[in-house]
């Protein structure tokens, strides 16, 4: 990343500082254009493009994943504590005859 602010600087540098005007800066221009513009530098772009959709892809199915997973304990744990699973309250003395949990 410091080689192209580097570079950038250098670039700025020349064409402000240059005397030859308009000329050095569309030849500039011009060379950044064709290397833009090159097949190779078209063909990374291609791949980072894809390698980031992929990575994106892979990084959604962990997170619904895990959500499943943390949604699947805490229902397990609500019922736990409501009494779903299973009759876990004490309070088989009570003059009550039904019980409610409060919500």
């Not at 990575?55 to 409501?82: L, R, Y």
């Amino acid at each position: 990343m410091k080689i192209i602010t580097f570079a950038a600087g250098v670039a700025v540098g020349f064409i402000i500082g240059s005397r030859a005007g308009r000329g050095a800066y569309e030849d500039m221009r011009r060379k950044w254009r064709g290397f833009a513009d090159s097949d190779t530098v078209q063909h990374v772009k291609g791949d980072v493009k894809d390698f980031a959709g992929r990575a994106a892809s892979d990084v959604g199915d962990k997170v619904s994943e895990t959500v499943s997973k943390v949604t699947e304990k805490a229902t397990s744990k609500i019922d736990e504590v409501t009494g779903k699973s299973g009759n876990g309250s004490a309070g088989s003395g009570s003059t009550s005859g039904t019980a409610s949990p409060a919500v």
